[in-house]
């Protein structure tokens, strides 16, 4: 789904902004500051009553969608995926002893998936690919994984850095129109930034 030079690039750049900015910054996950990765995390967890379900969070970084949602939900049985090394580490540290909480190392674009009520993707979807069909595959393969409900963010305006790219969210929402009968589009909480919900019925 996607190839061995995109893998590449993300490390690189993540290894880089690790080595700039520290293991434990949100700065080296690509978040402005700590308030952004927050505020994109308030409107995905809007999707529903989380309580009592089961989450997995692809491209988990440091996993801190877990205590997020912990504060807000009860009974949350999370699984983390994180294909960084030094990202997982420091996951694997920061949350370490809790209980219904699993991590997983590999790329969630390429493995297989394990079958969650909710899945959720912040800021893991924005990297450009080779594969121009890239974004409508792995929004289907997501899509799967879910028994319930799907909830992803994307930009929608960027920079040109070559790294990461900008979507059109008409030609998103035609795309999960085509998958689910339940789709809705969350704007307005960031100018660059927009949400999906996509809810099973």
């Known amino acids: 789904m996607n190839s061995l030079d995109d893998s590449a690039a993300i490390f690189s750049y993540h290894q880089d902004m690790i080595s700039s900015h520290g293991a434990d910054s949100p700065l080296a996950l690509g978040w402005l500051d700590r308030q952004s990765q927050m505020s994109r995390f308030e409107v995905l967890a809007g999707i529903a009553d989380l309580g009592d379900h089961s989450v997995l969070d692809a491209g988990c970084g440091y996993g801190d969608l877990l205590p997020f949602l912990n504060q807000r939900f009860s009974g949350i049985n999370y699984t983390g995926i994180e294909q960084m090394p030094e990202l997982l580490a420091e996951a694997l540290k920061r949350h370490a002893g ?21 899945v959720f993707a912040s800021g893991s979807l924005n990297y450009r690919s080779t594969d121009p069909r890239f974004i409508y595959k792995i929004i289907e393969k ?5 028994r319930i409900g799907l909830a992803f963010n994307l930009l929608c305006k960027i920079p040109d850095n070559g790294l990461l790219v900008a ?14 009968n339940d789709v809705e589009l969350v704007t307005g909480y960031a100018e660059e930034d927009l949400t999906v919900y996509m809810r099973r019925q």
């Open 98 to 118: 809790e209980i219904n909480c699993h991590f997983i190392s590999g790329n969630f674009v390429v493995m297989q998936l394990p079958q969650v009520d909710y």
């Open 142 to 146: 997501l899509y799967k994984a879910c």
């Open 167 to 180: 979507y059109d969210p008409v030609h998103i929402l035609d795309h999960c129109r085509s998958l689910c």
